[in-house]
């Protein structure tokens, strides 16, 4: 089974893998890499800003963070409760620079501000696409022109015995 980016977005992790582990044959490899903890903490501080902030306030209380985003560590214990007696889990930093202000705004848009924009009143989802996109584009610009993010990625491998 193999999985590129995706897991992050699935939050019962304990249930999936031990969907997996009993879909796997003997000697059967499971390999994902998908956001770890500390990916995007530029975009993800913001984010909570936003949504504390007295215009967005109505959602925070109710709002369902969109993603799981665990360290190694406890992610070993996941893949252990799930049956899996032979597996490697490591964190990798894949930072990223953006070229352009428009490729960045637009990785900002897709996908990371869809759940959020789903929580909110259409007359307020604008707003606070605009107020995300200003802050973050403000915070990573760098003196190069570029803008930066730092991307954490967990990567599992596993072998069903």
Same mark, same amino acid.
């Given at each position: 089974? @193999?999985?590129?980016?995706?897991?992050? +977005?699935?939050?019962?992790?304990? #249930?999936?893998?031990?969907?997996?582990?009993?879909?796997?044959?003997?000697?059967?490899?499971?390999?994902?890499?998908?956001?770890?903890?500390?990916?995007? /903490?530029?975009?993800?501080?913001?984010?909570?800003?936003?949504?504390?902030?007295?215009? @967005?306030?109505?959602?925070?209380?109710?709002?369902?963070? /969109?993603?799981?985003?665990?360290?190694?560590?406890?992610?070993?214990?996941?893949?252990?409760?799930?049956?899996?007696?032979?597996?490697?889990? +490591?964190?990798?930093?894949?930072?990223?620079?953006?070229?352009?202000?428009? #490729? @960045?705004?637009?990785?900002?848009?897709? /996908?990371?501000?869809?759940?959020?924009?789903? %929580?909110?009143?259409?007359?307020?989802?604008?707003?606070?696409?605009?107020?995300?996109?200003?802050?973050?584009?403000?915070?990573?610009?760098? /003196?190069?022109?570029?803008? @930066?993010?730092?991307?954490?990625?967990?990567?599992?491998? %596993?072998?069903?015995?």
């Amino acid at each position: 089974m @193999f999985s590129n980016a995706a897991m992050h +977005w699935i939050k019962d992790h304990n #249930s999936v893998l031990h969907k997996i582990h009993a879909s796997l044959k003997p000697n059967g490899i499971l390999r994902m890499q998908f956001a770890g903890g500390g990916n995007c /903490p530029t975009l993800i501080r913001i984010l909570k800003e936003s949504m504390d902030s007295s215009l @967005f306030g109505e959602i925070a209380n109710d709002f369902e963070w /969109p993603w799981y985003m665990p360290d190694a560590e406890s992610y070993e214990d996941i893949l252990s409760s799930a049956g899996f007696r032979q597996y490697r889990v +490591w964190m990798e930093d894949a930072d990223r620079y953006f070229m352009d202000e428009q #490729s @960045f705004a637009g990785w900002i848009e897709q /996908p990371s501000l869809i759940s959020f924009m789903n %929580a909110l009143p259409k007359d307020n989802s604008a707003l606070f696409r605009d107020m995300v996109v200003e802050k973050t584009k403000d915070t990573a610009l760098q /003196p190069d022109g570029t803008y @930066f993010e730092a991307f954490r990625r967990i990567n599992v491998f %596993a072998v069903k015995e």
